[in-house]
């Protein structure tokens, strides 16, 4: 109930004194809190040497354990790398050969023109020959670069008219001879191969008494596989050690029939193909059948001449 008039406040309860403090040197809490603060610094101590040996053990094992920044760095990249890719400029294909294509007809152009305006300053050289001419260097390292470039062209439109298919006649010809030039394929043995068939050639002119113009036109018409072929056929090192029989006669008629240009004989296999009839060894049957087979060989290669010369007329 709500009291009108005067209010008196409460009496407030007195305080005690404080007590008087201690003097120093007997004040037991001093030791107590030294003993506090020993242990404190001892258990830290502890923890930051236990604290170091981590980090020695884990550096070890990885050197870069603590670079955060590293880290962060890469996860950046590798979220930023796309976009980077994105914005870069993106070229055409072939947009390279564009501009080398368009860098030559630019230097066309300035040939071109160069070219005109020394038509028309030839018109007043006479008019200014005792005067003396000055030329940059640059101009002259211009002039030597243009004229290397001349001839690289040049040397570039001969090589592709060389290789135009359209205007090469003997195709088969052709294919053979790149495989004698390529080296895969034994292009050392076949150039040997050449120079043995060319002696072959001549010594079978002398022989036959052919003209210098039938000779090389035989020789352009055959085809460097079909030397290969008649080198294999008329190796001297096949003739001397084999039986000459019925069988070997037969199987010679046959291979000179197959193979006309296979004709054309050894000299050396001649000669070794004449050495037994003249001392027949002892395990030839009958030296009529070789003279039978070298009668036949020289029907076939008179029959395969006047072919060769009806086609040449």
Same mark, same amino acid.
Request: proline share 4%; net charge positive; glycine share 0%.
């Given at each position: 109930m709500n009291k009108y008039g005067l209010n008196l406040r409460p009496a407030k309860p007195k305080k005690q004194p404080p007590?008087?403090?201690i003097a120093l040197g007997f004040n037991e809490d001093d030791d107590n809190d030294v003993e506090k603060e020993i242990a404190i610094q001892a258990s &830290?101590? @502890?923890s930051l040497k236990e604290v170091e040996e981590? $980090? +020695? &053990?884990?550096?070890e094992e990885d050197p870069t354990i603590f670079d955060y920044d590293g880290v962060y760095d890469k996860m950046k990249e590798k979220v930023a790398r796309p976009l980077i890719q994105d914005r870069e400029e993106r070229k055409p294909k072939y947009i390279q050969n564009l501009i080398q294509k368009? @860098?030559?007809r630019e230097?066309? +152009?300035e040939i071109v023109y160069e070219k005109k305006i020394a038509k028309e300053r030839s018109k007043d050289d006479h008019l200014f020959a005792d005067k003396d001419k000055y030329v940059t260097e640059a101009y002259r390292r211009k002039l030597a670069e243009r004229e290397k470039q001349m001839e690289l062209e040049r040397i570039r439109e001969l090589q592709e008219e060389r290789e135009d298919v359209t205007k090469k006649k003997d195709f088969l010809l052709d294919f053979y001879t790149n495989l004698d030039k390529n080296v895969a394929f034994g292009a050392k043995d076949a150039q040997g191969r050449k120079r043995d068939n060319r002696a072959e050639n001549r010594v079978l002119e002398k022989r036959e008494g052919m003209s210098p113009d039938a000779s090389? $036109?035989?020789q352009d018409g055959n085809t460097d596989e079909e030397q290969h072929s008649l080198a294999k056929t008329s190796s001297p090192e096949e003739s001397p050690g084999k039986k000459i029989g019925d069988q070997g006669e037969t199987s010679n008629l046959s291979n000179i029939s197959a193979s006309p240009l296979a004709m054309r004989p050894n000299p050396d296999a001649s000669?070794?193909? @004449?050495?037994p009839v003249e001392q027949p060894p002892a395990s030839q049957p009958n030296p009529e059948h070789h003279k039978r087979s070298q009668d036949a060989v020289a029907a076939a290669k008179e029959r395969f001449l006047a072919r060769k010369r009806a086609k040449q007329q």
């Open positions: 007590r008087p403090s &830290k101590s @502890k981590q $980090q +020695r &053990k884990a550096l368009a @860098k030559e230097q066309y +152009r090389n $036109q035989h000669a070794e193909e @004449k050495s």
